[in-house]
């Protein structure tokens, strides 16, 4: 049978098994799900143990998580009492398991439930993709297809949902971003250097009846050149890797180049493949080199400055921690092999003048023009866009990710850089629903010492307010232009109206683009 027959098989089974993230915290409990997601299995094998005693049978989704969460072999005889459309044997010829006759089959890869929230509504995957550490028992092999990680989450919640034509997922792995894309893509195109990560992606998309993507074979933008997208999305193998006999190089996490050389490539390579308003959203790493600021290499990575930047930085890390980081990433535990790459890595950090490494967030846009006259393209506009910041403290509240506050920034980015100063005046602003203030009063004082404003959702942004603008801020209700919110505070304060707008307007501004005013 092919895997056009198998997979709706597949699809059916796993519905039928309740095969789903509530369904597997309902099997083994709240602490069991905790435990696995710091790679231990104990608690969810005892779970699933006790369960099957207490029922006298293997409940199905219980089969199903042994086998390909946990890694355990199971009898052959569960496993089509789980998958009862689909068998064994056409798990088998998916090549999701080994069934060589024996009373027994084991799992080949991993597959599992993946729940999510994004702008346009809850959603629920089934993904496949290579087995874990948790289940080999052993580091990871160099070929290895991840599946959903912090950094596949991260990126997926960042994910602008407005909608577009085409959307370009670089470096698709298990398809997992190109498969977010594809809720707000006409139509996307994956690609990859990995043969199993394309075939995996694809077994994902059919999987889930997603039928939007097409998968290309290549590095970076080689399969799509002369093509241009209107969202450009990226979880690159950005992981700096020592280039050192001996040093795994593992294809989901390392593009192969020396530093942080893969991020640089897309970001210069980004225009050529951006229609006018298009965006690429990446993760990325970045070196700060001896006494050298890791923002200033970005900038350069920026010339001649076609595009708009918005460059997040949310961790830096020391050469050490991060060698510790990526070497317990691929399975190495503490012994002599840790021991020999770790000297690896701080040897090349050392030999290059490393002395820290950035990660974040990279937004680029191409500037969209004034609208085409007929027949024509529309001209490319400047650049208005240049913000690199460092955002370490913990994020707003953002049960959907985000991604559309990214996009409402953006847009509000734009409205304020084409709107000059009177059309501002004129303008009526509002709070936004997330926005609070906090004032601090010596006690028996009347006038508060310290005011700030905090941001509930977004990246939970707090500014600090003087009586000008906290009197400014408070009056935001939508019933009153800025330029009368700001004549009737300098009658209140007895101070210069001109030179008290001058000195409001660019922080009215700045509230804007954060998200405070709306």
């Not at 080199?289 to 961790?315: C, K, S, V």
């Not at 303008?427 to 941001?455: F, I, K």
Request: charged share 20%; proline share 6%.
């Amino acid at each position: 049978m092919t895997s056009a027959t198998l997979v709706p098989r597949l699809r059916t089974d796993l519905a039928a098994a309740h095969f789903s993230v509530p369904g597997l915290t309902g099997l083994w409990g709240i602490e069991a799900d905790a435990a696995l997601r710091r790679n231990q299995r104990v608690p969810a094998q005892r779970a699933l143990a006790t369960l099957a005693a207490k029922l006298g049978r293997n409940e199905p989704a219980a089969t199903l998580a042994r086998l390909f969460l946990l890694g355990d072999a199971v009898p052959r005889a569960d496993l089509d009492a789980a998958l009862p459309t689909l068998g064994a044997v056409g798990a088998a010829e998916l090549g999701l398991v080994a069934a060589d006759g024996s009373a027994d089959v084991c799992p080949l890869v991993d597959l599992r439930p993946y729940s999510f929230i994004d702008a346009h509504g809850a959603g629920s995957w089934w993904i496949v993709s290579d087995l874990g550490e948790l289940a080999l028992g052993h580091p990871l092999g160099e070929t290895h297809v991840l599946g959903i990680g912090g950094a596949s989450r991260t990126l997926s919640g960042l994910m602008m949902p407005t909608a577009v034509e085409r959307a370009l997922d670089i470096g698709t792995g298990c398809g997992i971003q190109a498969m977010h894309a594809s809720r707000h893509a006409e139509q996307v195109v994956a690609t990859d250097i990995s043969v199993r990560a394309l075939e995996l992606a694809a077994l994902n998309a059919e999987l889930n009846e997603i039928d939007n993507i097409e998968f290309r074979f290549g590095s970076l933008f080689e399969p799509v050149v002369g093509e241009r997208f209107d969202h450009i999305i990226s979880n690159p193998p950005f992981v700096i890797t020592p280039r050192a006999e001996g040093v795994p190089s593992y294809e989901y996490r390392d593009g192969g180049m020396v530093g942080d050389a893969l991020v640089e490539a897309v970001v210069r390579g980004a225009a050529d493949h951006l229609t006018p308003g298009g965006v690429v959203q990446l993760l990325g790493n970045w070196e700060y080199h001896d006494e050298t600021d890791a923002f200033e290499r970005l900038e350069r990575w920026l010339t001649p400055g076609a595009l708009d930047a918005w460059i997040i930085e949310r961790e830096v890390q020391t050469p050490g921690e991060y060698a510790e980081t990526w070497i317990r990433d691929g399975g190495t535990r503490p012994g002599p092999d840790f021991d020999r790459l770790y000297n690896a890595w701080l040897n090349d950090f050392e030999a290059r003048g490393v002395r820290r490494v950035g990660f974040g967030y990279l937004l680029l846009r191409l500037p969209a023009g004034d609208a085409p006259a007929a027949g024509g393209e529309a001209p490319i506009s400047a650049p208005t866009l240049r913000r690199l910041e460092r955002l370490p403290d913990a994020l707003g509240h953002n049960p959907a990710g985000l991604g559309a506050h990214l996009a409402e920034c953006l847009a509000a980015h734009d409205w304020q850089a084409q709107t000059d100063d009177a059309r501002m005046l004129r303008t009526n602003l509002t709070v936004a629903s997330d926005v609070t203030e906090e004032r601090h009063y010596w006690p028996g004082q009347s006038d508060p010492t310290l005011m700030t404003l905090h941001q509930g959702s977004g990246f939970g942004r707090s500014v600090p307010l003087d009586t000008a603008l906290a009197g400014l801020v408070g009056a935001c209700d939508g019933d009153l232009g800025v330029g009368a919110i700001i004549g009737a505070l300098a009658q209140l304060l007895d101070a210069d109206e001109p030179a008290l707008a001058a000195e409001l307007l660019p922080k009215v501004r700045a509230l804007l683009v954060d998200g405070f005013l709306k």
